[in-house]
């Protein structure tokens, strides 16, 4: 198909769904000559999820335009990213990416033959290469190097050497891969122009950069594979697809961070040209669209119910799904899937934890208990918040040089009496936040059940404990806590939902205990009940 089309038509394909194009005349310039060659990299970190099939069909596009395309396994960019993956699970989670990237690129009728796979250790522990890293690494300064991985390096209060070196790697790849052009998403952009800004003083050429939008997840934020309610991950079960695509954000008539919708925009439309529709013939039946816009205008004007969106969607996402699923059914991909990411019940907290973000291994590390920063306090001062009936002002001593100042909305749930002096709990890294013209800076953990009347008790800590003591999970002992919880990243929220109390009236986190090295955290009375 390729050797029909004129250079224009290439172009079109290959820039087509993006969201921007750095040096496209050096793309256009090419095309006139020959096939344009691209790379696409990825980091073996997190599980792959379904957001994954926007840069495979662009993939699908840069072949029918008749690109050399180049897919890099970045297993040492993995390492360097804060370690989010552990130097002894790199050569396994290589093989799981390659394993189910090769599987997405099947579903979607990629044919394999036409692409070249290669993991980043293959050249990038070569001598050439890292002197061109030492090279590189007397020009960049630390500013540029922070601000390059700003969007795609894991940001942390006390960055890590490792995560400034990360920019200028993924720079260096492409003249290493021998490119016309990068492929990455748009959050990728200053690392793309750090790039063009230094490559050219080490003797190399400037390569052009393709960028796709950010794909909202779930939950209208960035898919992640870091943040399990955002994403659907690619061996998720029919069961689980319907579960998760049910709680979707998909506000009726809103087309702004609807990822149920960009899904249909920037995956199913390049890859099948049409999307169906399925409803109920009283509302009027199926309806097939060939053009997005159109799609997209009877949603914004409540023509397309949420629920049809959804459903229809499920549909289109189970077929390509199935084909992976089936393909990881096999003993040998199941073990190694397990193998790659295996459960906290198999790696300790302190295997592969990383800097700053805690640790606990686990399918989902970056989601590890650990990264909360909970301690014991003593409530030394409680009051009336001075502008707020429902709300105490309490100073409470968590064992630093100066108590902190907490409000808390306990006035309707216990006495001013019952708390003064009283040892509570205190998830002390979250964002300090004004509550009523009051800085907040720290949250007092309780135990409730909802009804009427709602209940509500303060969490009790072992007897004979101290402020400051260190509150952890089991399991999760030697994770280190973020020294601030990123907002944005909702970490506290995603391991909020599985905080519960036991009908032994214990604290928990999925079923293991929360403890300081007295023992259990507990509640008086509320069994069964939500920890916030």
């Known amino acids: 198909m390729a050797d029909q089309l004129s250079s224009d038509e290439k172009l079109h394909l290959i820039t087509r769904n993006l969201q921007e194009v750095l040096g496209e005349d050096k793309v256009k310039q090419v095309l006139q000559e020959r096939e344009l060659k691209v790379y696409w990299g990825t980091a073996t970190t997190g599980k792959p999820h379904v957001a994954y099939f926007v840069p495979m069909s662009k993939i699908a596009d840069f072949l029918k335009a008749g690109c050399e395309v180049t897919i890099l396994f970045a297993d040492l960019h993995a390492y360097l990213d804060n370690m989010k993956a552990p130097w002894e699970l790199l050569e396994l989670r290589v093989r799981y990416y390659e394993q189910v990237i090769k599987a997405m690129l099947e579903s979607i009728g990629v044919p394999l033959d036409k692409l070249k796979f290669i993991k980043g250790t293959d050249y990038q522990l070569s001598r050439e290469y890292t002197l061109d890293v030492y090279r590189l690494s007397s020009m960049v300064t630390e500013h540029d190097a922070k601000k390059a991985g700003a969007e795609v390096v894991k940001q942390v209060e006390h960055p890590l050497l490792s995560g400034l070196l990360y920019p200028g790697l993924q720079a260096l790849d492409e003249e290493y891969l021998k490119v016309d052009a990068q492929f990455g998403g748009v959050d990728q952009r200053k690392i793309f122009t750090l790039a063009e800004k230094y490559l050219p003083s080490l003797g190399y050429a400037k390569r052009a950069h393709l960028m796709n939008p950010m794909v909202p997840g779930l939950t209208g934020a960035k898919m992640s594979s870091s943040e399990e309610e955002s994403k659907i991950d690619l061996l998720d079960s029919k069961e689980d697809v319907k579960k998760k695509l049910k709680k979707a954000f998909c506000e009726p008539g809103n087309i702004q961070n609807n990822g149920v919708l960009s899904f249909v925009k920037y995956v199913l439309f390049p890859l099948r040209g049409e999307f169906t529709i399925k409803r109920d013939p009283k509302w009027g039946g199926d309806k097939i669209y060939t053009v997005f816009d159109e799609v997209e205008k009877d949603f914004a004007e409540e023509t397309i119910h949420p629920g049809d969106l959804k459903a229809s969607v499920e549909v289109a ?158 399991g999760y002992e030697t994770g280190k806590p973020d020294d601030k919880l990123n907002p944005k990243k909702k970490v506290w929220e995603k391991l909020q939902v599985d905080l519960k109390i036991s009908d032994e009236c214990v604290a928990q986190w999925k079923d293991k205990h929360l403890m300081t090295k007295l023992g259990q955290i507990t509640c008086k009375t509320l069994k069964g009940g939500n920890i916030s």
């Open 317 to 474: 996402l189970n077929q390509l799904l199935e084909p992976i699923r089936k393909k990881f059914e096999s003993p040998e991909l199941r073990k190694l899937t397990n193998s790659a990411y295996p459960s906290a019940s198999k790696t300790k907290a302190g295997k592969g934890a990383k800097a700053g973000g805690g640790g606990g291994g686990g399918e989902d590390d970056e989601l590890a208990p650990s990264r909360l920063d909970i301690r014991v306090g003593k409530i030394i001062s409680v009051e009336k918040h001075p502008d707020a009936d429902s709300l105490y002002l309490e100073k409470i001593d968590v064992g630093e040089a100066e108590p902190r100042t907490v409000v808390s909305g306990l006035v309707a749930y216990v006495s001013q009496e019952d708390l003064q002096d009283r040892m509570v709990l205190l998830l002390c890294n979250l964002k300090p936040q004004k509550m009523r013209g009051i800085e907040s800076q720290a949250m007092l953990l309780c135990a409730s059940i909802e009804g009427e009347p709602r209940r509500v008790e303060p969490l009790d800590p072992p007897e004979g404990s101290s402020p400051g003591e260190q509150v952890f999970v089991e």
